[in-house]
């Protein structure tokens, strides 16, 4: 009985915020609390505990996801590409040889505008023979 609750009950709780397990978690207390002839209330007690382990991993989860977006802007702004995606062109290494050839040293503001193929050569250069 207790391995099908304990699934029954990740299936519940898994995958929400914290704000939600706060509402399951106050429903529960909430029905322990008003009691009842038949309130299992050793069974309400240990769900609430495993809530609070759901709400504290839920918690973790988000502050977690917030450094990480933090740390995602502060290196946006440090590479001055705000709007752009991080990773905007493919390094040469992971390139095809002719594409590769085609991609000289480009500046950051180039990089952002650049489209792989025979368009992104520098200006001044000639690509090589393809």
Not at 107 to 112: K, S
Request: hydrophobic share 30%.
């Amino acid at each position: 009985k207790n391995a099908t609750d304990s699934s029954d009950v990740q299936s519940v709780f898994k995958g929400k915020t914290y704000n939600q397990l706060q509402v399951i978690y106050q429903g529960i207390e909430g029905k322990i609390l008003a009691g009842g002839p038949n309130l299992d209330i050793g069974y309400w007690e240990s769900l609430l505990q495993q809530l609070k382990a759901y709400m504290a991993r839920a918690r973790l989860r988000e502050r977690h996801q917030d450094v990480l977006r933090q740390k995602l802007y502060k290196l946006k702004q440090e590479q001055g590409v705000e709007s752009e995606p991080l990773f905007p062109i493919l390094k040469k290494e992971s390139l095809s040889p002719e594409a590769a050839s085609s991609s000289h040293r480009l500046e950051p503001e180039e990089i952002a505008s650049a489209q792989p193929g025979p368009s992104s050569v520098e200006p001044g250069t000639e690509p090589e023979a393809e």
